[in-house]
């Protein structure tokens, strides 16, 4: 009985140690202080910056090589 009760308690340190490491490493630092209110057709994200006209005509020539 003791050899039971001793891999019972092994299983139950691993598990217990699996639950630790995971709650550890669950929130990532990029995850933390972000917004996650959400309000429908509203943006919260970070601006973007504006395309200069050159990426503008590069995107059209792209968009134009997928055209059928």
Do not use: P, W
């Amino acid at each position: 009985m003791s050899c039971e009760l001793t891999r019972r308690s092994a299983k139950l340190a691993l598990a217990i140690s699996l639950l630790g490491l995971t709650a550890l490493t669950g929130c990532r630092e990029s995850e933390e202080n972000r917004v996650i209110t959400l309000e429908k057709g509203v943006y919260h994200g970070r601006q973007d910056h504006a395309l200069t006209e050159d990426q503008r005509r590069e995107l059209r020539a792209r968009g134009m090589k997928q055209q059928f």
